[in-house]
Structures are given as structure tokens and as C-alpha cells.
């Protein structure tokens, strides 16, 4: 036994990254239990929406979103362990939000399901074949060492308000500030009261560095919310109940076990179909915006999430870099095979990293439980937002802190640093605050009359983030 032990000791680098045993499976379940949400929210994002032809997912007639759940706690289980044993980092994987509904929205609205999942796989195989080549591993490395610390940092604000959002302790209001605190400025629901206590509460044991203070927090704060409910009964979130319970109701659940086979989302995806569907044109540009947005979100992550855990070394890069992105990228042809969209790492690693996660057990452990997902649906939708909420605000200040890192005195990096910090958060995409900051950056140096300091793959980049940005009117100029 001690043998076996060492041995996994020395494969995942426990010990020498400073971890123990206990701390990776505390992390790799509190990772899990932040974004457990995921195997409830795809599903109700892509097995509820119609194709061109008026289809959903599955048979085609109803929508299929117990069977969509299975295949989506599948596809980031077995993506989420790859990532642990062949990238060796506490990163997670699940099918990425915004891309399904990109998908969805999109992308579903102009083709078939199978012709739309099919282009998130194509995607897929080309950013691998961009690993493979070394050309996604060389743009990370070309990134300066400072705006990789603010993508960590805008990271950090984005997670925060992705938690405070989730618990809908801040809320989007249809008219006068595009943001407010509560139910019109009030704090009067239980949810938001349970989301409350569990953020001080987390918040106090993170201060008195309590060992497994964020796992602790979620379970705690999720068997108060049961109670709350069981006794005030808040009832589920609706535009008629506003002080209801985001996404998931707190409540023990009647049945525990239920199983769908995942295996048979895997025949339903059609990688060239959209190019005869659609214009040419069209189908390039939905598969250039899915891959931008893919091959920039991961490269934020990974670096937020590895400053976090101590991985990123001194020139700014992370151990065995290639193979992180690769299973990455595997990931998102996973999720267009499987029908379950593009599956991308998550921000959310970062709460098994708060618990102190180091190494690729804590993902093979939050790997294993998305697979007992696949059985134990009804358990996973036990957590709701507010109690997995007051990890992500945690979280987020614990990345927050790197901006000491950054000099403020000099422009030429400041500048871009703050706009990658703040239009993270602001527009809700990774991928936006680091287009922005990257553009910011190749301009002032140019301005400046440095442009010969740009790395070419810096210049590369900001080029095919402009024409990401310019999308939209390009698509109208075109008539798309």
C-alpha cells in the first residue's frame, strides 16, 4: 500500500509541490461541488432549444435534458481526469458557459444540431492541431509576464461577480442601473440571508486558515439552505418569485439514483454540414469566433487559476504547458462529439486550489465524482447557487491579491493591465478583457515608437483579436 501511495506521490508531484493527500481530495471536491451546477445548467441551455428545423437534441420531438445531463457530467468527468493525469494540474473541465449558448443561439438557429455540434468539434481539432504545431504554446509564452498577472487578477473580479450574481445578491434590473443589490436594492429574500451567512462564515474560517474552510463552507451553507427552505419555503427563482432560490431548490430529494446513457449523444454530430447548410463564409466566421473565444478563456484560466496554486513560474510559463492545452483542446472536441458543447477549463478550479490543491489527483478526484454524477443527478441538484456562491467571492480575493505584482507607474503595461482587469467583469467575458488588454498593449507600444519590443505572435494577436471584435459589422457588411 505505501508503495502504491509513493508512487502516486511521485507521479503527481505531491509532495514536492507541497501538498498532501488530504488536501487534494479536499480540493478536487470542493472544484466539484462549485461546478456541479453545470450538469443541471447545460442541459437547460442546449437541451431546451430548438435547431433551424424545430429539433432538440436527442430524438428530436421533446427535449432530452436528463439525457443531456448525463452525457454533460460524462463528457467533463472523463475530460477533467485527462486533464489531472496528463496535465498534472488541479484544472477541471465541463462544458464552458456562454459557449453553449453561443451554440445554442447562434449557431443552432441557422443549422441542425448535429451540423452545429459538429462545427464545435472541427474547432476542437484545429486549436489541437495549434498545440500540436506549437503555435498556442508559443502565443502563451509571447504573453508579457505583468498582463499575465492582470488576466489573473481580472479573473479574480470576475469570479467574485459570477458568485455575488449566481446568489443574486447583485442583479441585472431592465431599466436604470444596469446593476443593483438584491430585490430593488433590498436584501429581503432567505436565499440572499443563507448566502450571506455563508460568506461571512467561509470568510472566518478562511481568516483563521481553517483547513477545508471553502468545502466546509459549501456543505454547511447547502444543509442551512435545506432548512431554510424546509421551514420558509423561498420555492424556486421566477420573474413572479424573485426571492426564490437560483437554479437549484434546496431540498432532499425523493429519488437519489437515476441513470441515462450518455454514449448514444455521440453518433449525433455532423463536422462539415453547416458548410453546405450555411454560406461558406458564415460557418468559418461561427468557427472562428468559437475557437477565439475557446483559445483565449483557457489561456486566462490556466493562468489565474495556476498563480493561484503557485504553478506559474518565474518567466511566467506553467509545467508541462503543451499537454494542459491539449487536453484542452480535446476537451472542446469531446463536447461537440458528444453533443454536450465545447468543454473548457474551469474558473471555478480555483476553489480546490483555495483549499490547497497543487497537482492532477484533485482533478482525477473531481473527475470521478462528475462520473457518480452520471448516477446521482438528483444529489448534485441539491447544492444551490447561494451555497456554492460564497466560494467564488472567496476565490476571487484570494486572485485579487496579485495586482500588488503589476507597476501601476509604468503605462505602457498599466494601461492594458487595467482594461484586461476591468472589461473581464464588466462584459462577462474572459475573452474580451484579454482581446482589449492585448490591443491596448500592441497600441501604446506603437504610439510610443517601441514596436520593434512587440512579440510577433503579440502582433499576430491582436490582429485576429481586432477582426473578433469587428465580427458583428463584418457580418452585416457581408449581408450574414
Known sequence: MSDTRNAIDRFFAISARGSTFSREIRGGLATFFTMAYIVVLNPLIIATGKDVTGQYIGDGTTPKVALVAAGTAFVAGVMTILMGVIGRVPFAMAAGLGLNAFV??????????????????LEGVIIAVLVLTGLRTAVFHAIPAQLKTAISVGIGLFIALIGFVDAGFVRRVPAGPPLEMGIAGSLTSWPIFVFIIGLLATAAMVARKVKGAILIGIIGTTILAIIVELLAKAGTFSAENPGGWQLNRPVVPDQIFGFHNPFVLFTEFDPFGGFIRVDVLLAALLVFTLLITDFFDTMGTIVGVGRQANLVQEDGTLPRTKEILLVDSLGAAAGGAGSVSSNTTYIESAAGVGEGARTGLASVVTGLLFLVAIFFAPLVQVVPYEAAAPALVLVGFLMMTAVRDIDWSDYEISIPAFLTIVIMPFTYS??????????AYVLIKVVRGKAREIHPLLWGVAILFALYFAIGPIRALLGL
Do not use: K
Not at 104 to 121: D, H
Not at 430 to 439: L, Y
Open 104 to 121: 445554442t443561439f447562434s449557431i443552432a438557429s441557422v443549422m441542425t444540431w448535429e451540423e452545429a455540434m459538429g462545427l464545435v468539434f
Open 430 to 439: 474572459i475573452s474580451n478583457g484579454i482581446g482589449a488588454g492585448f490591443i
